[in-house]
């Protein structure tokens, strides 16, 4: 049993695998989400944004961002909506990087790949003599 206090209102419950914040938290966050689904399921908001989502419903973006994270919220059943890239703030639909920072990374990684083999190279041809 794990006891750690909810990270919305303070008050201690047992932590599990499912959920992260106490039950009264929980349920709020539950009738949020319904009501976020209802309007999304209405074929005129199907195509709505982050922005359009928030201001119709109350509703934090952080909340949908989670939400798109975890799955609850497809984002091939509503291909305007997504979450930032953890790295530059880009809308994504899936990772955590966007491509351009995904490559910006590889090419980083490959040049200092390159480098490490040049100075392991030049390290091995190099001759010390003594005195």
Known sequence: MDLSNCP???E???K???REMCE?????????FQKVYTFLKKRENRA???ET???ANDVEAELLYK???KGKLHTTLFPNMGYPCDNC???ITKGKLCDKCSNTITSELAIFEEEKERMEKLHRSTYHSQK
């Open 8 to 10: 919305k209102c303070g």
């Open 12 to 14: 201690i419950f047992v």
């Open 16 to 18: 599990n695998a499912v």
């Open 24 to 32: 009264k938290c929980f349920r709020e966050e539950e009738k949020l």
């Open 48 to 50: 709505a944004t982050i």
């Open 53 to 55: 989502v928030v201001k």
């Open 67 to 69: 939400w798109i994270k």
């Open 89 to 91: 703030g880009t809308i």
